[in-house]
């Protein structure tokens, strides 16, 4: 029984210390480009030799994209689909053995957003970080905007 316990803890904390070294952080901020629109700017702030990928892949099969949802607010209304921009790599990678779309250092993902009403607007993105060895299991990060 002391081992199983021993075990848990150990296993607990080495996943809380893999938490605490995670290769990419997110921030947020939303741009008032009119009277009731926004552009909502997420920029992932990788750390050298990792990357993330596209929301654009072309098949399913290979990394997990990035994906931004959105909880439900009638009072916000997504314009045009989400852009990507940044230091983009296309082609064959070894890792998946297919050919993708990933993203190092510091790219961006805007999405244009009109509102009715100020309001906030909440959800998470998910994403899935690799080196050119290893990919780490997929994460969820919590976002909010006070759209003013």
């Known amino acids: 029984m002391k081992k199983i316990a021993f075990f848990a803890l150990a296993l607990f ?3 809380a210390v893999f938490a605490q070294q995670s290769p990419v952080k997110w921030s947020y901020e939303a741009k008032k480009v009119a009277e009731n629109t926004y552009d909502l700017v997420f920029t992932a702030n990788i750390n050298d030799g990792w990357y993330i990928y596209s929301q654009y892949l072309e098949s399913d099969e290979g990394p997990i994209r990035t994906s931004f949802t959105f909880d439900e607010n009638a009072a916000v209304k997504l314009d045009g689909k989400n852009v990507e921009d940044g ?5 064959y990678d070894d890792l998946f053995g297919m050919n993708i779309i990933k ?3 510091k790219p961006t993902f805007t999405q244009r957003v ?5 309001t906030t607007l909440s959800g998470h993105v998910e994403f899935m970080t690799c ?3 290893r990919c780490l299991p997929p ?4 976002f909010r905007f006070d759209l003013q």
């Open 139 to 142: 994460s969820d990060v919590q």
């Open 131 to 133: 080196d050119h060895e």
């Open 13 to 15: 904390c080495a996943s």
């Open 103 to 105: 993203f190092s250092g």
């Open 114 to 118: 009109k509102t009715m009403k100020p």
């Open 87 to 91: 230091k983009k790599y296309e082609g």
